[in-house]
């Protein structure tokens, strides 16, 4: 009876490990793989940046946004392989997604703004412009703000 017993426990232990551990290890393996992509993805993506030349604040903000972007579908994948149900995350990400874009509205029209700016480049640091009737020379561009001197 006593060897009965101890067949039961391991081969119950033997079924937890076939269970859990084998989506683990996947996950493991997907957290490493899917870290070293990531990072294979930025240095490619700045490099391109950089024979480009794309500006200091943008290439910093793209590559900032990529950044997230590949860790957040990592971390969802991860997820997903240990056997949670990824819709609900998808879902909260994107009503987050929407009440943080509705109550920043005004900001992000700013901040779409200034990358179009650093994007189509109109006019560059020490160009003179008018600008709602007030003449100044351009002293800093960036994300958020325009300065200018008067």
């Known amino acids: 009876m006593k ?39 930025l240095r490619v993506t700045q490099k391109f940046m950089l024979l480009r030349k794309y500006d200091i604040t943008l290439e910093k903000f793209l590559l900032n946004l990529i950044k997230w972007g590949l860790w957040i579908l990592l ?16 879902a909260v990400i994107g009503a987050a997604g929407l009440a943080i874009g509705l109550a920043l509205q005004g900001s992000l029209s700013n901040f779409a703004g200034g990358v179009l700016l650093l994007l189509f480049k109109p006019f560059k640091v ?18 958020l703000q325009t300065k200018i001197i008067t």
């Open 75 to 90: 971390i969802v994948s991860i997820v997903g392989t240990l056997g949670i149900q990824t819709t609900s995350f998808a």
């Open 126 to 143: 020490g160009d003179t412009i008018e600008a709602q009737g007030i003449i100044g020379t351009i002293k800093e561009i960036d994300i």
């Open 3 to 41: 060897e009965m017993l101890e067949n039961f426990n391991l081969e119950k232990g033997f079924e937890l490990i076939l269970e859990y551990g084998i989506p683990l290890v996947k996950a493991i393996l997907i957290y490493v793989i899917g870290r070293w992509l990531i990072n294979k993805v």
